[in-house]
């Protein structure tokens, strides 16, 4: 709890001390350390300040100020009341003192560290290096687009690392730079890990030019040190650390290089007792350094202000013009005239310096920047650059670049059939096995074909397919690490803006081959709204790696020969329509231009084998994870609705199917499918493969295959590839856009345009066969 909620007359042992800079130190030093006992001598609730007595001394806190103090009462009540207390509700009613002292101790001892970073500079690498996560890595801006929280220890300490989105700034632009920003300012985390590509500094520091300013605990981790010493740099990275008042400490996500070092540094930080730390003041020149003094005398009238925010950043950022800081004080007493002061102020700076103060402040960051760096960074050789950018004068080139690009696609899908044909029949042999095996084992009864059809049939009908999976998950990440996904990207730009997307919308889409889910979720980094809306809608077109199964069943038996091409051609209409629907969308839901905007080309990098095997891993996993969850309650549910009711003796097979539940049940959808060249069998499992993709095929595993034609084979494969995203895309869509009605109506759009596409299909396929 607070030191603030510590009633008159209580007493407590004091955890830590939260906050920034002078204050901390001060506070520090007047005797709030953790371990420390204190007593809450006068605290009457809407009296300011607050009297405390520590170490024997009287000392008087402002309510704000007490608030940044973490303690562990000594009443039980209240110890096991406080939030996340490690005690138990059955803690006996009086502790000793020295019981609350080592709790204190303990949780003093848990450090929350905040990893903040451009997009690109290695935190997720780091977050999972550290914590032992498989969170996803990327080689483009906007993986991370939630902070994920885990653990990992050092010594007798315990840090809970928070993995943040990556910013290039802490304005209040973007959706990422608010949620980094108020992570800061509202969770106010132990210390900040600043990491920072120290292979491409000048940009990486121009946001710890921001951190700086915010004057909180940090420690700069030089990350990718490794490359720096291949090319034959150097970082003096000593002189570093007092140049900018906080430590920075060279590492290196990828090979584990420097950790130890990097969080000896934050626990010497969090303890107060690193020498580099002090408060650095960037010099924004005469002109605005006079305004910036007299915005603090302005800010010094309000009472209630945040004690957690320095006044000079405040001041920074009212003359700077930020939209939320403008929000903040307008909303304190007194805010209005401090605003007003405001306009004065910058308006005569401007009329000085001749530029707007945004400017002016950003020029000066960079200014501080470029300093620092000429004193400690050496540079070695820039061939890592140059050789980037050779490749990306083939990979962009105006020509070459798109068939480059479809040629990669093709391959892609050449890989994931032809590789995967090998250990698919590996598999399909143990699966046959194992069904002979048990049913050879089992009494026969409904029991054993529940056992034989119902599970081995549906559940192991999917499971073949996960070498194909896999190979295409290996695909997608090498493009992702390997940074070529940016610039595919980049070369579909401008194909994007004739869709009124952008190049930035691409990303979620190619991610979408692999699953819609993550892919819905990587949208959030899309600026427009629009956009973003239209980037999610259109999503579920880009055929998933669970319709995979679908078309490899199919292809393989009623296209050999041409099994790549029919995959290239579907996964192609999937994006032809997509296009097209982005477009409808565009123009009848989303008006409004979009800005303009940079798109990022970060270097080429040789993906570690371990960090593309740990992705297909992970894929595997959760398509294993799939299988024993719905697709095999799906299997047992088709398989008890096509088993009864029981038929009579003496029954054809083919009729005692019909009779049965799920007969039934497609026999009356069947008349809405007809056109499209569906019989009653295919009808079910639509149905079924409403939850699940892979669920179309383990029902066909339990069915058994319809009468297909060539044509009727097409025109469900494209009927597959449309209607209806599954369960968790919906959500997805619906939680992203903040209304089920999104989520709505991408099920209803999906499934009239799937309806319309696969009769077109199926109708021109039949007029073909009969006139050619
Ligand atoms: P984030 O956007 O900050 O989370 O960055 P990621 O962790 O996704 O990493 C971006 C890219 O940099 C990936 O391709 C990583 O493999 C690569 N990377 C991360 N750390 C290092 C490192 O220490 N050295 C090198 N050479 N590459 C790294
Ligand atoms: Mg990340």
């Given at each position: 709890?607070?030191?603030?909620?510590?009633?008159?007359?209580?007493?407590?042992?004091?955890?830590?001390?939260?906050?920034?800079?002078?204050?901390?130190?001060?506070?520090?030093?007047?005797?709030?350390?953790?371990?420390?006992?204190?007593?809450?001598?006068?605290?009457?609730?809407?009296?300011?300040?607050?009297?405390?007595?520590?170490?024997?001394?009287?000392?008087?806190?402002?309510?704000?100020?007490?608030?940044?103090?973490?303690?562990?009462?000594?009443?039980?009540?209240?110890?096991?009341?406080?939030?996340?207390?490690?005690?138990?509700?059955?803690?006996?009613?009086?502790?000793?003192?020295?019981?609350?002292?080592?709790?204190?101790?303990?949780?003093?001892?848990?450090?929350?560290?905040?990893?903040?970073?451009?997009?690109?500079?290695?935190?997720?690498?780091?977050?999972?290096?550290?914590?032992?996560?498989?969170?996803?890595?990327?080689?483009?801006?906007?993986?991370?687009?939630?902070?994920?929280?885990?653990?990992?220890?050092?010594?007798?300490?315990?840090?809970?690392?928070?993995?943040?989105?990556?910013?290039?700034?802490?304005?209040?632009?973007?959706p990422e730079e608010r949620y980094v920003r108020s992570h800061l300012e509202d969770e106010h985390p132990d210390v900040i890990v600043n990491i920072v590509d120290a292979s491409n500094p000048e940009r990486n520091f121009y946001l710890t030019s921001q951190l700086i300013d915010m004057d909180m605990p940090m420690v700069v981790a030089l990350n990718m040190f490794d490359t720096v010493q291949r090319s034959g740099g150097s970082i003096d990275y000593k002189s570093l650390?007092?140049?900018?008042?906080?430590?920075?400490?060279?590492?290196?996500?990828?090979?584990?290089?420097?950790?130890?070092?990097?969080?000896?540094?934050?626990?010497?930080?969090?303890?107060?007792?690193?020498?580099?730390?002090?408060?650095?003041?960037?010099?924004?020149?005469?002109?605005?350094?006079?305004?910036?003094?007299?915005?603090?005398?302005?800010?010094?009238?309000?009472?209630?202000?945040?004690?957690?925010?320095?006044?000079?950043?405040?001041?920074?950022?009212?003359?700077?013009?930020?939209?939320?800081?403008?929000?903040?004080?307008?909303?304190?007493?007194?805010?209005?005239?401090?605003?007003?002061?405001?306009?004065?102020?910058?308006?005569?700076?401007?009329?000085?310096?001749?530029?707007?103060?945004?400017?002016?402040?950003?020029?000066?960051?960079?200014?501080?920047?470029?300093?620092?760096?000429?004193?400690?960074?050496?540079?070695?050789?820039?061939?890592?650059?140059?050789?980037?950018?050779?490749?990306?004068?083939?990979?962009?080139?105006?020509?070459?670049?798109?068939?480059?690009?479809?040629?990669?696609?093709?391959?892609?899908?050449?890989?994931?059939?032809?590789?995967?044909?090998?250990?698919?029949?590996?598999?399909?042999?143990?699966?046959?096995?194992?069904?002979?095996?048990?049913?050879?084992?089992?009494?026969?009864?409904?029991?054993?074909?529940?056992?034989?059809?119902?599970?081995?049939?549906?559940?192991?009908?999917?499971?073949?397919?996960?070498?194909?999976?896999?190979?295409?998950?290996?695909?997608?990440?090498?493009?992702?690490?390997?940074?070529?996904?940016?610039?595919?990207?980049?070369?579909?730009?401008?194909?994007?803006?004739?869709?009124?997307?952008?190049?930035?919308?691409?990303?979620?889409?190619?991610?979408?081959?692999?699953?819609?889910?993550?892919?819905?979720?990587?949208?959030?980094?899309?600026?427009?709204?629009?956009?973003?809306?239209?980037?999610?809608?259109?999503?579920?077109?880009?055929?998933?790696?669970?319709?995979?199964?679908?078309?490899?069943?199919?292809?393989?038996?009623?296209?050999?020969?041409?099994?790549?091409?029919?995959?290239?051609?579907?996964?192609?209409?999937?994006?032809?329509?997509?296009?097209?629907?982005?477009?409808?969308?565009?123009?009848?839901?989303?008006?409004?231009?979009?800005?303009?905007?940079?798109?990022?080309?970060?270097?080429?990098?040789?993906?570690?084998?371990?960090?593309?095997?740990?992705?297909?891993?992970?894929?595997?996993?959760?398509?294993?994870?799939?299988?024993?969850?719905?697709?095999?309650?799906?299997?047992?549910?088709?398989?008890?609705?096509?088993?009864?009711?029981?038929?009579?003796?003496?029954?054809?097979?083919?009729?005692?199917?019909?009779?049965?539940?799920?007969?039934?049940?497609?026999?009356?959808?069947?008349?809405?499918?007809?056109?499209?060249?569906?019989?009653?069998?295919?009808?079910?499992?639509?149905?079924?493969?409403?939850?699940?993709?892979?669920?179309?095929?383990?029902?066909?595993?339990?069915?058994?295959?319809?009468?297909?034609?060539?044509?009727?084979?097409?025109?469900?494969?494209?009927?597959?590839?449309?209607?209806?995203?599954?369960?968790?895309?919906?959500?997805?869509?619906?939680?992203?856009?903040?209304?089920?009605?999104?989520?709505?109506?991408?099920?209803?759009?999906?499934?009239?345009?799937?309806?319309?596409?696969?009769?077109?299909?199926?109708?021109?396929?039949?007029?073909?066969?009969?006139?050619?």
């Amino acid at each position: 709890m607070k030191l603030s909620e510590l009633n008159t007359g209580e007493k407590g042992v004091i955890v830590k001390v939260t906050g920034r800079g002078m204050f901390r130190k001060r506070i520090m030093e007047m005797g709030f350390i953790g371990g420390e006992e204190v007593l809450s001598v006068r605290n009457a609730p809407l009296n300011d300040p607050v009297h405390y007595k520590v170490m024997g001394y009287d000392v008087s806190l402002r309510r704000s100020e007490a608030e940044l103090i973490e303690v562990l009462p000594f009443s039980a009540n209240a110890a096991t009341g406080a939030d996340n207390a490690k005690a138990p509700n059955t803690q006996p009613l009086t502790l000793s003192s020295n019981d609350v002292r080592t709790m204190a101790r303990e949780r003093g001892h848990t450090i929350n560290v905040a990893l903040v970073g451009n997009p690109n500079s290695g935190k997720t690498t780091m977050f999972n290096l550290l914590t032992g996560a498989h969170e996803h890595v990327g080689n483009y801006s906007g993986v991370t687009v939630d902070a994920r929280c885990g653990i990992f220890r050092q010594g007798d300490y315990t840090f809970r690392i928070f993995d943040l989105p990556g910013t290039y700034s802490l304005s209040s632009y973007s959706p990422e730079e608010r949620y980094v920003r108020s992570h800061l300012e509202d969770e106010h985390p132990d210390v900040i890990v600043n990491i920072v590509d120290a292979s491409n500094p000048e940009r990486n520091f121009y946001l710890t030019s921001q951190l700086i300013d915010m004057d909180m605990p940090m420690v700069v981790a030089l990350n990718m040190f490794d490359t720096v010493q291949r090319s034959g740099g150097s970082i003096d990275y000593k002189s570093l650390s007092h140049l900018i008042g906080a430590p920075a400490v060279p590492v290196s996500g990828r090979s584990s290089l420097g950790m130890k070092e990097l969080f000896e540094a934050v626990i010497r930080v969090y303890e107060g007792s690193e020498p580099s730390l002090r408060h650095i003041h960037i010099n924004y020149g005469e002109e605005l350094e006079e305004g910036i003094t007299h915005m603090r005398r302005a800010l010094k009238k309000i009472e209630h202000i945040d004690r957690h925010i320095s006044k000079r950043l405040i001041a920074i950022r009212l003359l700077e013009k930020d939209a939320d800081t403008e929000l903040f004080i307008k909303s304190l007493p007194g805010g209005d005239i401090v605003l007003e002061e405001r306009d004065e102020h910058s308006a005569y700076v401007e009329s000085i310096i001749r530029e707007d103060v945004e400017t002016a402040v950003a020029d000066a960051r960079y200014g501080f920047v470029s300093g620092a760096l000429l004193e400690t960074f050496r540079r070695g050789d820039i061939g890592k650059r140059e050789y980037s950018k050779a490749i990306d004068i083939v990979v962009t080139h105006r020509l070459l670049g798109f068939p480059i690009f479809l040629l990669f696609m093709w391959i892609m899908f050449e890989a994931t059939f032809r590789f995967g044909a090998l250990p698919m029949q590996w598999i399909e042999t143990g699966v046959t096995w194992l069904g002979d095996f048990i049913g050879r084992i089992m009494p026969g009864g409904p029991l054993r074909d529940l056992a034989v059809d119902g599970i081995i049939g549906g559940v192991g009908g999917v499971l073949v397919f996960l070498p194909n999976i896999l190979i295409l998950y290996l695909f997608i990440s090498f493009m992702e690490d390997s940074g070529y996904m940016a610039r595919a990207a980049f070369i579909m730009d401008k194909i994007m803006h004739k869709m009124g997307l952008h190049g930035k919308s691409f990303i979620p889409l190619v991610m979408g081959f692999g699953c819609n889910v993550p892919a819905i979720m990587a949208s959030r980094t899309i600026e427009s709204r629009s956009s973003r809306m239209v980037t999610m809608l259109i999503n579920p077109l880009m055929s998933c790696s669970a319709r995979l199964p679908v078309y490899l069943l199919l292809v393989g038996t009623f296209f050999p020969g041409r099994e790549g091409f029919v995959l290239f051609a579907l996964y192609a209409s999937g994006i032809a329509l997509a296009v097209v629907m982005a477009r409808l969308f565009k123009k009848i839901l989303f008006k409004g231009e979009d800005l303009p905007f940079v798109m990022e080309l970060p270097p080429y990098r040789l993906p570690t084998l371990r960090s593309v095997l740990v992705h297909v891993w992970e894929k595997g996993k959760q398509y294993l994870r799939k299988m024993g969850g719905v697709i095999l309650v799906a299997s047992i549910v088709i398989w008890f609705l096509g088993y009864f009711p029981l038929q009579p003796e003496g029954a054809t097979e083919a009729a005692m199917e019909e009779n049965s539940y799920i007969g039934r049940l497609g026999k009356f959808i069947e008349p809405a499918l007809a056109p499209l060249g569906f019989d009653w069998k295919m009808s079910v499992c639509l149905l079924g493969g409403m939850a699940a993709k892979e669920v179309v095929v383990s029902t066909l595993g339990v069915l058994g295959m319809p009468e297909f034609t060539a044509t009727a084979a097409l025109s469900f494969m494209f009927f597959v590839l449309i209607y209806f995203p599954c369960i968790a895309t919906i959500t997805a869509i619906s939680s992203e856009a903040g209304s089920w009605k999104w989520g709505a109506f991408a099920v209803v759009y999906t499934c009239m345009l799937a309806w319309i596409v696969s009769a077109l299909v199926y109708n021109i396929g039949v007029w073909i066969g009969c006139s050619g």
